[in-house]
Protein backbone atom coordinates (compact mmCIF):
# COMPACT_ATOMS: atom_id res chain seq x y z
CA UNK A 1 0.00 0.00 0.00
CA UNK A 2 2.84 2.80 1.09
CA UNK A 3 4.84 1.50 -2.47
CA UNK A 4 1.51 2.38 -4.20
CA UNK A 5 1.19 5.32 -3.08
CA UNK A 6 4.53 6.41 -3.15
CA UNK A 7 4.50 5.51 -6.76
CA UNK A 8 1.78 7.62 -7.51
CA UNK A 9 3.46 10.47 -5.64
CA UNK A 10 6.30 9.93 -8.16
CA UNK A 11 4.33 10.07 -11.05
CA UNK A 12 2.14 12.72 -10.24
CA UNK A 13 5.54 14.80 -9.58
CA UNK A 14 6.82 14.24 -12.70
CA UNK A 15 3.30 15.13 -14.41
CA UNK A 16 3.25 17.74 -12.70
CA UNK A 17 7.18 18.51 -13.79
CA UNK A 18 6.49 17.71 -17.03
CA UNK A 19 3.77 20.06 -17.85
CA UNK A 20 5.46 23.16 -15.64
CA UNK A 21 8.79 22.95 -17.78
CA UNK A 22 6.79 22.46 -21.20
CA UNK A 23 7.38 19.13 -21.99
CA UNK A 24 5.37 16.60 -23.82
CA UNK A 25 4.85 12.69 -21.95
CA UNK A 26 7.23 11.53 -24.36
CA UNK A 27 9.73 13.91 -23.04
CA UNK A 28 9.78 16.59 -26.42
CA UNK A 29 9.46 20.01 -25.49
CA UNK A 30 6.33 22.08 -26.47
CA UNK A 31 5.64 24.42 -29.08
CA UNK A 32 7.64 27.70 -27.09
CA UNK A 33 5.07 30.59 -28.66
CA UNK A 34 2.02 28.35 -26.93
CA UNK A 35 4.11 27.64 -24.40
CA UNK A 36 5.09 31.32 -23.41
CA UNK A 37 1.98 32.72 -24.51
CA UNK A 38 0.42 30.63 -21.92
CA UNK A 39 3.29 31.35 -19.14
CA UNK A 40 2.53 35.12 -19.98
CA UNK A 41 -1.56 34.68 -19.46
CA UNK A 42 -0.63 31.80 -16.57
CA UNK A 43 2.34 33.17 -14.20
CA UNK A 44 0.35 36.81 -13.14
CA UNK A 45 -2.88 34.99 -12.96
CA UNK A 46 -1.24 32.68 -10.46
CA UNK A 47 0.77 35.38 -8.60
CA UNK A 48 -2.10 37.36 -8.37
CA UNK A 49 -4.50 34.65 -6.70
CA UNK A 50 -1.52 34.42 -4.20
CA UNK A 51 -1.27 37.98 -3.22
CA UNK A 52 -5.40 38.23 -3.15
CA UNK A 53 -5.69 35.10 -0.75
CA UNK A 54 -3.23 36.84 1.66
CA UNK A 55 -4.20 40.26 1.49
CA UNK A 56 -7.81 38.35 2.24
CA UNK A 57 -6.72 36.81 5.64
CA UNK A 58 -4.10 39.66 6.50
CA UNK A 59 -6.81 42.34 6.28
CA UNK A 60 -9.38 39.75 7.53
CA UNK A 61 -7.20 39.64 10.78
CA UNK A 62 -6.44 43.25 10.72
CA UNK A 63 -9.79 44.72 10.34
CA UNK A 64 -10.78 42.63 13.86
CA UNK A 65 -7.93 44.10 15.44
CA UNK A 66 -9.20 47.20 14.61
CA UNK A 67 -12.48 46.79 16.26
CA UNK A 68 -10.64 45.11 19.59
CA UNK A 69 -8.46 48.09 19.66
CA UNK A 70 -11.21 51.23 19.27
CA UNK A 71 -14.61 50.03 19.96
CA UNK A 72 -14.45 46.96 22.17
CA UNK A 73 -11.48 47.64 24.56
CA UNK A 74 -12.92 51.39 25.03
CA UNK A 75 -16.66 49.73 25.54
CA UNK A 76 -15.42 47.68 28.35
CA UNK A 77 -13.31 50.39 30.15
CA UNK A 78 -16.16 52.36 30.33
CA UNK A 79 -18.71 49.92 31.30
CA UNK A 80 -16.33 49.04 34.09
CA UNK A 81 -15.97 52.26 34.74
CA UNK A 82 -19.83 52.46 35.48
CA UNK A 83 -20.26 48.85 37.27
CA UNK A 84 -17.74 50.39 40.06
CA UNK A 85 -19.18 53.80 40.32
CA UNK A 86 -22.56 52.68 40.84
CA UNK A 87 -21.14 50.54 43.60
CA UNK A 88 -19.48 53.22 45.25
CA UNK A 89 -21.83 55.60 45.26
CA UNK A 90 -24.38 52.50 46.80
CA UNK A 91 -21.50 52.57 49.68
CA UNK A 92 -21.81 56.32 50.14
CA UNK A 93 -25.46 56.47 50.36
CA UNK A 94 -25.41 53.45 52.83
CA UNK A 95 -22.78 55.46 54.71
CA UNK A 96 -24.58 58.31 54.46
CA UNK A 97 -28.35 56.87 55.05
CA UNK A 98 -27.50 53.89 57.17
CA UNK A 99 -29.04 50.79 56.23
CA UNK A 100 -31.07 48.24 57.88
CA UNK A 101 -30.99 49.34 61.93
CA UNK A 102 -28.42 51.82 60.82
CA UNK A 103 -28.89 55.84 61.78
CA UNK A 104 -28.07 58.12 58.98
CA UNK A 105 -24.71 60.27 60.17
CA UNK A 106 -25.56 63.35 61.86
CA UNK A 107 -24.38 65.86 59.33
CA UNK A 108 -26.88 64.06 56.77
CA UNK A 109 -29.14 66.73 57.84
CA UNK A 110 -27.38 69.75 56.88
CA UNK A 111 -25.43 68.52 53.55
CA UNK A 112 -27.60 65.70 53.01
CA UNK A 113 -25.52 63.28 50.22
CA UNK A 114 -23.16 65.34 50.05
CA UNK A 115 -20.62 65.68 46.69
CA UNK A 116 -19.48 62.53 46.68
CA UNK A 117 -22.63 60.74 45.55
CA UNK A 118 -23.87 62.86 43.05
CA UNK A 119 -20.27 63.04 41.84
CA UNK A 120 -20.15 59.20 41.54
CA UNK A 121 -23.42 58.68 39.99
CA UNK A 122 -22.41 61.52 36.81
CA UNK A 123 -19.57 59.35 36.11
CA UNK A 124 -21.59 55.90 35.96
CA UNK A 125 -23.67 58.05 33.73
CA UNK A 126 -21.11 59.53 31.58
CA UNK A 127 -19.14 55.90 31.38
CA UNK A 128 -22.80 54.42 29.80
CA UNK A 129 -22.80 56.87 27.33
CA UNK A 130 -19.46 56.94 26.33
CA UNK A 131 -19.24 53.23 26.35
CA UNK A 132 -22.93 53.38 23.71
CA UNK A 133 -20.95 55.75 21.62
CA UNK A 134 -17.93 53.33 21.32
CA UNK A 135 -19.79 52.03 18.07
CA UNK A 136 -18.98 48.01 19.76
CA UNK A 137 -22.63 47.46 20.79
CA UNK A 138 -25.35 45.98 18.77
CA UNK A 139 -28.98 48.10 18.39
CA UNK A 140 -30.19 45.95 21.17
CA UNK A 141 -26.98 46.54 23.57
CA UNK A 142 -27.43 50.28 22.45
CA UNK A 143 -31.41 49.75 23.92
CA UNK A 144 -30.02 48.24 26.56
CA UNK A 145 -27.75 51.12 28.04
CA UNK A 146 -30.60 52.96 27.36
CA UNK A 147 -32.70 50.89 29.78
CA UNK A 148 -29.57 51.20 32.54
CA UNK A 149 -29.33 54.47 32.11
CA UNK A 150 -33.09 54.95 32.75
CA UNK A 151 -32.48 52.76 35.71
CA UNK A 152 -29.81 55.00 37.24
CA UNK A 153 -32.06 57.82 37.32
CA UNK A 154 -34.46 55.78 39.06
CA UNK A 155 -32.23 54.35 41.27
CA UNK A 156 -31.11 58.17 42.10
CA UNK A 157 -34.79 59.51 42.89
CA UNK A 158 -35.37 56.33 45.27
CA UNK A 159 -31.87 57.41 46.93
CA UNK A 160 -32.82 61.44 46.90
CA UNK A 161 -36.59 59.94 47.73
CA UNK A 162 -34.92 58.46 51.13
CA UNK A 163 -32.84 61.59 51.73
CA UNK A 164 -35.67 64.11 51.77
CA UNK A 165 -37.29 61.53 54.37
CA UNK A 166 -34.25 60.77 56.34
CA UNK A 167 -35.89 62.27 59.60
CA UNK A 168 -38.40 59.30 59.41
CA UNK A 169 -36.70 55.77 59.66
CA UNK A 170 -39.44 53.93 57.84
CA UNK A 171 -39.67 56.17 55.05
CA UNK A 172 -35.97 56.44 54.65
CA UNK A 173 -35.55 52.86 55.04
CA UNK A 174 -38.04 51.83 52.53
CA UNK A 175 -36.54 54.07 50.10
CA UNK A 176 -33.26 53.05 50.81
CA UNK A 177 -34.69 49.30 50.14
CA UNK A 178 -35.92 50.26 47.14
CA UNK A 179 -32.91 52.12 45.95
CA UNK A 180 -30.61 48.97 46.58
CA UNK A 181 -33.11 46.59 45.17
CA UNK A 182 -33.26 48.29 41.80
CA UNK A 183 -29.44 48.45 41.91
CA UNK A 184 -29.29 44.81 42.66
CA UNK A 185 -26.20 44.89 45.58
CA UNK A 186 -27.77 41.56 47.13
CA UNK A 187 -30.05 43.36 49.31
CA UNK A 188 -33.64 44.80 49.06
CA UNK A 189 -36.60 43.52 47.36
CA UNK A 190 -35.81 42.49 43.75
CA UNK A 191 -38.13 42.09 41.42
CA UNK A 192 -37.47 38.65 39.77
CA UNK A 193 -38.46 39.31 35.99
CA UNK A 194 -36.82 42.74 35.75
CA UNK A 195 -32.76 42.02 36.15
CA UNK A 196 -31.20 44.58 38.61
CA UNK A 197 -28.85 47.29 37.33
CA UNK A 198 -25.78 45.68 38.13
CA UNK A 199 -26.93 42.92 36.71
CA UNK A 200 -27.49 44.18 33.60
CA UNK A 201 -24.09 45.80 33.26
CA UNK A 202 -22.37 42.26 34.26
CA UNK A 203 -24.20 40.67 31.65
CA UNK A 204 -23.75 43.69 28.78
CA UNK A 205 -19.76 43.20 29.46
CA UNK A 206 -20.31 39.32 29.54
CA UNK A 207 -21.59 39.71 25.76
CA UNK A 208 -18.54 42.06 24.70
CA UNK A 209 -16.38 39.99 26.17
CA UNK A 210 -17.93 36.87 24.08
CA UNK A 211 -17.83 38.82 21.05
CA UNK A 212 -13.91 39.70 22.51
CA UNK A 213 -13.40 35.79 22.17
CA UNK A 214 -14.60 35.58 18.73
CA UNK A 215 -12.69 38.33 17.58
CA UNK A 216 -10.04 36.99 19.10
CA UNK A 217 -10.13 33.79 17.57
CA UNK A 218 -8.97 31.95 14.39
CA UNK A 219 -11.36 31.94 12.51
CA UNK A 220 -12.18 29.98 9.06
CA UNK A 221 -11.84 33.03 6.38
CA UNK A 222 -8.21 34.00 7.62
CA UNK A 223 -7.31 30.07 8.23
CA UNK A 224 -8.71 29.06 4.68
CA UNK A 225 -7.55 32.06 2.82
CA UNK A 226 -3.87 31.61 4.05
CA UNK A 227 -3.67 27.96 3.74
CA UNK A 228 -5.09 28.50 -0.16
CA UNK A 229 -2.45 30.98 -0.26
CA UNK A 230 0.52 28.85 0.43
CA UNK A 231 -0.98 26.17 -1.95
CA UNK A 232 -0.98 28.73 -4.50
CA UNK A 233 2.63 29.71 -3.94
CA UNK A 234 3.69 26.17 -4.31
CA UNK A 235 2.25 26.17 -7.85
CA UNK A 236 3.19 29.71 -8.22
CA UNK A 237 6.94 28.57 -7.65
CA UNK A 238 6.88 25.12 -9.25
CA UNK A 239 5.32 27.38 -12.18
CA UNK A 240 8.49 29.93 -12.31
CA UNK A 241 11.06 27.05 -11.83
CA UNK A 242 9.92 25.03 -14.79
CA UNK A 243 9.44 28.02 -17.06
CA UNK A 244 13.08 28.79 -16.59
CA UNK A 245 13.79 25.88 -17.08
CA UNK A 246 12.00 25.93 -20.67
CA UNK A 247 13.39 29.20 -21.10
CA UNK A 248 16.92 28.00 -20.67
CA UNK A 249 16.56 24.78 -22.59
CA UNK A 250 14.77 26.42 -25.28
CA UNK A 251 15.89 30.06 -25.68
CA UNK A 252 19.25 29.29 -24.67
CA UNK A 253 18.30 32.54 -22.02
CA UNK A 254 19.41 32.55 -18.07
CA UNK A 255 16.83 34.81 -16.64
CA UNK A 256 18.13 36.11 -13.80
CA UNK A 257 15.00 39.05 -14.72
CA UNK A 258 12.39 37.06 -14.35
CA UNK A 259 13.53 35.15 -11.00
CA UNK A 260 13.81 38.95 -9.44
CA UNK A 261 10.04 39.95 -10.59
CA UNK A 262 9.14 36.44 -9.36
CA UNK A 263 10.64 36.81 -6.00
CA UNK A 264 8.39 39.49 -4.43
CA UNK A 265 5.43 37.34 -4.64
CA UNK A 266 6.71 35.22 -2.36
CA UNK A 267 8.61 37.60 0.07
CA UNK A 268 5.07 39.21 0.67
CA UNK A 269 4.09 35.96 2.60
CA UNK A 270 6.51 36.56 4.81
CA UNK A 271 5.96 40.16 5.12
CA UNK A 272 2.34 39.54 5.86
CA UNK A 273 2.74 36.67 8.26
CA UNK A 274 5.07 38.60 10.41
CA UNK A 275 2.13 41.16 10.65
CA UNK A 276 -0.69 38.89 10.87
CA UNK A 277 1.51 37.51 13.84
CA UNK A 278 1.35 41.05 15.27
CA UNK A 279 -2.19 41.07 15.21
CA UNK A 280 -2.95 38.31 16.92
CA UNK A 281 -0.81 39.38 19.52
CA UNK A 282 -2.91 42.26 19.91
CA UNK A 283 -6.01 40.48 19.63
CA UNK A 284 -4.93 38.28 22.51
CA UNK A 285 -4.36 41.08 24.78
CA UNK A 286 -6.95 42.86 24.15
CA UNK A 287 -9.02 39.43 25.53
CA UNK A 288 -6.31 38.96 28.00
CA UNK A 289 -7.61 42.37 29.43
CA UNK A 290 -11.39 41.90 29.00
CA UNK A 291 -11.09 39.47 31.72
CA UNK A 292 -8.84 41.32 33.92
CA UNK A 293 -11.60 44.05 33.89
CA UNK A 294 -14.59 41.65 34.36
CA UNK A 295 -12.69 40.97 37.48
CA UNK A 296 -11.68 44.56 38.78
CA UNK A 297 -14.39 45.19 41.49
CA UNK A 298 -14.33 47.49 45.02
CA UNK A 299 -14.68 46.16 48.64
CA UNK A 300 -17.22 47.75 50.86
CA UNK A 301 -15.43 49.17 54.13
CA UNK A 302 -18.14 48.49 56.62
CA UNK A 303 -18.99 51.09 59.19
CA UNK A 304 -18.09 55.22 58.55
CA UNK A 305 -14.59 54.41 57.15
CA UNK A 306 -14.50 57.03 54.29
CA UNK A 307 -11.18 56.79 54.42
CA UNK A 308 -11.00 53.27 53.39
CA UNK A 309 -13.79 53.34 50.96
CA UNK A 310 -11.88 56.69 48.89
CA UNK A 311 -8.72 54.35 49.01
CA UNK A 312 -10.80 51.67 47.69
CA UNK A 313 -12.35 53.85 44.52
CA UNK A 314 -8.98 55.52 44.25
CA UNK A 315 -7.40 51.93 43.83
CA UNK A 316 -9.59 50.32 41.74
CA UNK A 317 -10.10 53.35 39.47
CA UNK A 318 -5.77 53.55 39.28
CA UNK A 319 -6.46 49.55 38.16
CA UNK A 320 -8.38 50.04 35.24
CA UNK A 321 -6.43 53.11 34.17
CA UNK A 322 -3.85 50.70 34.22
CA UNK A 323 -5.51 47.82 32.33
CA UNK A 324 -6.20 50.79 29.67
CA UNK A 325 -3.01 52.26 29.72
CA UNK A 326 -1.23 48.53 29.16
CA UNK A 327 -3.52 47.54 26.54
CA UNK A 328 -2.89 50.34 24.39
CA UNK A 329 1.23 50.34 24.72
CA UNK A 330 0.76 46.72 23.86
CA UNK A 331 -1.20 47.56 20.78
CA UNK A 332 1.26 50.02 20.09
CA UNK A 333 4.24 47.83 20.14
CA UNK A 334 2.87 45.15 18.23
CA UNK A 335 2.83 48.17 15.83
CA UNK A 336 -0.63 46.43 14.11
CA UNK A 337 -0.67 50.14 11.90
CA UNK A 338 2.65 49.65 10.95
CA UNK A 339 2.51 46.24 9.67
CA UNK A 340 -0.99 47.47 8.23
CA UNK A 341 1.56 49.94 5.61
CA UNK A 342 4.10 47.23 5.33
CA UNK A 343 1.36 44.94 3.87
CA UNK A 344 -0.24 46.93 1.82
CA UNK A 345 3.30 48.61 0.08
CA UNK A 346 4.42 44.77 -0.51
CA UNK A 347 1.42 44.02 -2.39
CA UNK A 348 1.76 46.52 -4.21
CA UNK A 349 5.33 45.95 -5.33
CA UNK A 350 4.61 41.94 -5.86
CA UNK A 351 1.42 43.61 -7.84
CA UNK A 352 3.73 45.44 -10.26
CA UNK A 353 6.12 42.40 -10.56
CA UNK A 354 3.88 39.76 -11.56
CA UNK A 355 2.44 41.85 -14.47
CA UNK A 356 6.49 42.72 -15.15
CA UNK A 357 7.00 38.67 -15.25
CA UNK A 358 4.17 38.81 -18.07
CA UNK A 359 6.28 41.18 -19.99
CA UNK A 360 9.47 39.58 -19.70
CA UNK A 361 8.34 36.13 -21.20
CA UNK A 362 6.39 38.49 -23.66
CA UNK A 363 10.00 40.10 -24.22
CA UNK A 364 11.76 36.71 -24.89
CA UNK A 365 9.68 34.87 -26.83
CA UNK A 366 7.92 37.93 -28.97
CA UNK A 367 9.23 36.75 -32.51
CA UNK A 368 8.30 33.36 -31.51
CA UNK A 369 5.17 34.82 -30.89
CA UNK A 370 4.79 37.04 -34.30
CA UNK A 371 5.69 34.19 -35.91
CA UNK A 372 3.21 32.25 -34.65
CA UNK A 373 0.52 34.78 -35.08
CA UNK A 374 1.54 34.88 -38.79
CA UNK A 375 0.74 31.67 -39.39
CA UNK A 376 -2.32 30.53 -40.65
Given at each position: MTRRLTRRVRAAGRAL?????????????????????????????????????????????????????????????????????????????????????????????LVGLGERYPSLLTEASQSLNNAAQTKAL??????EVRVISGLVVAYDDWINWANSHHGSDELRRAGM??????????????????????????????????????????????????????LAALVFTFTVVGTLNFVRGQLRIRSPLLTVFAVPVLLVLVVLAFGAAGQHRA?????????????????????????????????????????????????RDTHPGTWASAAALALAIASATTVACGFTLFHYGRRHLAIHWRSP
Open positions: WRWSSGRTPSGDRRSTARFLLGRMLLLPAVALTVLALAATAYFNLQGRTEQLRDRYAPALVELTHARISLTLAQYEAERRLGTGEDEPLPQTAGKAQEQEYATGLLGSGRGPIDATSPALLDRVRSLEKELRADVDDLSAWTALPVGAASAALQQYVRHTAGNLGAVSVAHAAGDSIKKEIKSEIDTDTLIEEEDEQLAANL
